[in-house]
Every structure is written in structure tokens, then in C-alpha cells.
């Protein structure tokens, strides 16, 4: 059994608009918890160098490319982790959306894309149809963790118990920032990685997405002043989403057997 993981970030430096903040922190912080909690070998993708034609940098090529290599690897009983950290969108101008619950492809954002071009960005079914389903197909096992917008479904529907995909939000959702991304990372990425180091033997799925919308909400509540906003009504919009085939069955699944037992104890 091996373990091997692709972790993306793009903080878009490059472009019109203001860069994100907590991206490139999100992929430190998540490689950390797979390298050293569960021994992952992680392959990192990230647009701070100077170096634009690095295979390293996360265009739409070099993104396809480094999903295609993670997916051709695996094997019967691997476990695979696929992690972004960007922008997201949801086009309506694809083929195929007549497919989708919304009428609505999830796409990831390299950082070469041209906005309003499908063909620049990835979309939900391109990650299921080149990075899932053969991993399934293999009898490996694969998380998905995305922290952009629109990321309920980013992997496109999830029809297998071995494939697990985290979102920061609802499909028709963006993600909620904090004052201190750039140190601190993002509240979802931040959540869960907290969440995920914590967790023990039999800690399932559905009290890890519980204890992410706790931790993100009471995070959000330190940096709001007193009396501004209930602190249900910060609770009822942080929403991580979680997506599986039998989600009756599969919330009560330990999260450890997703990732594969931990090399370190938390």
C-alpha cells in the first residue's frame, strides 16, 4: 500500500484583481497534516515562483498532467488525496449540464484561465472521469479536499464508497475568508486539517464535518464585535459539504480509513 498525494495552491499573483491570501498557506498546512500524521508522499503545485514553465506550476496543462500521473499510480488498496486551494466557478455554457442537479458545471480555476472559456478551466467532469473513477476503478481509495467557491460537488457526484470529496461550501456557495489567511490559512482548509490531526480511531466522517463547521463559525465569531450577528447565524452558513455514494452509511465510516491508518498518534 502507498500513499500519494497531489496539493495544489494558486494565489493568482499574476492577475487582474486581488491575489488570495491563504491559498499557498492552505497547501503547507495540509501537506504538513498528510506528510507527518499520515505519511503521504505529497507532490505540491503552487504559483509563488519565478519560474512560469516549472511542471510545478499550476496551469491548466501542468494541473492535468500532475492529475493524470496521481491517477495512473494507483493500485489496488493505495490511498490517493487530491487537494486544491483557488478559485472556483460554476459555468452553464458546457456540454453535458443537462446532467447536472443544478444545470451547472463546478470547475476549478487554473491560473492560466480566460474567463468565460470553459475550455480553460477543469471541470467536475474532468476530475471524475480522469482522476476518480480510475482509482475507484483500481480498488484504491481517494479523498478530494477543494477550498474555493462553489465546491459541493467539484468532483462531480461521488458514486463509490472508496471516494470521498470535501467541500468549503455548497455548490451555489463561495467560501467565507478571515483577517489572517495569509498566516493562518483558510477557515475550511484550517477546520479540517485541525479536525483531521484530532482525530482519533473512531472518529467518523460526519463528526469531522461538524466539528469543521464549529471550529469555521467560532473562528469567524472572534473576528466579528460583540452583539453584530448571532452566533447561529454564523453557524447556518458555514457549511462543509461532504460527498459520498451512501451518505447514511458512509457518515458513520471512521475518517481514518479514508486516509489510511495515521504513522503519528495525535
Not at 492560466?112 to 472559456?117: E, F, I, N, S, V
Not at 479536525?195 to 463528526?207: F, I, K, N
Request: with cysteine; hydrophobic share 35%.
Amino acid at each position: 500500500m502507498t500513499k500519494s498525494a497531489l496539493c495544489i495552491g494558486i494565489s493568482y499573483r499574476d492577475r487582474e484583481g486581488r491575489p488570495l491570501a491563504g491559498t499557498l498557506r492552505d497547501v503547507e498546512i495540509f501537506s504538513e497534516l498528510l506528510t507527518e500524521r499520515f505519511g503521504y508522499d505529497v507532490a505540491v503545485m503552487r504559483d509563488d515562483g519565478d519560474d512560469r514553465v516549472s511542471l510545478t506550476h499550476p496551469n491548466r496543462k501542468n494541473m492535468l498532467a500532475a492529475i493524470d500521473k496521481l491517477a495512473a499510480g494507483a493500485k489496488e488498496g493505495d490511498h490517493i488525496v487530491f487537494f486544491y486551494a483557488g478559485h472556483g466557478d460554476q459555468l452553464s455554457n458546457t456540454p453535458g449540464i443537462e446532467h447536472e442537479r443544478d444545470q451547472k458545471d463546478e470547475a476549478i480555476v487554473p491560473s492560466d484561465y480566460q474567463p468565460g472559456k470553459p475550455k480553460t478551466y477543469i471541470l467536475d467532469d474532468d476530475i471524475r472521469s480522469r482522476l476518480v473513477n480510475p482509482i475507484v476503478e483500481q480498488a484504491a481509495h481517494i479523498v478530494l479536499v477543494f477550498d474555493c467557491c462553489h465546491s459541493g460537488t467539484a468532483a462531480g457526484s461521488v458514486f463509490d464508497s472508496r471516494a470521498v470529496s470535501w467541500g468549503a461550501c455548497p455548490d451555489a456557495g463561495k467560501t467565507l475568508g478571515n483577517h489572517n489567511a495569509a498566516q493562518d490559512g483558510g477557515l475550511f482548509t484550517r477546520a479540517l486539517s485541525t479536525a483531521l490531526w484530532e482525530a482519533g480511531r473512531d472518529t467518523t466522517h460526519d463528526d469531522v464535518r461538524e466539528q469543521v463547521a464549529q471550529r469555521m463559525a467560532s473562528r469567524l465569531m472572534a473576528e466579528i464585535p460583540n452583539g453584530r450577528v448571532r452566533a447561529d447565524d454564523i453557524l447556518s452558513i458555514c457549511q462543509p459539504q461532504l460527498e459520498f455514494l451512501e451518505k447514511n452509511l458512509l457518515g458513520s465510516l471512521p475518517v481514518i480509513e479514508a486516509f489510511g491508518p495515521p504513522t503519528r498518534t495525535h
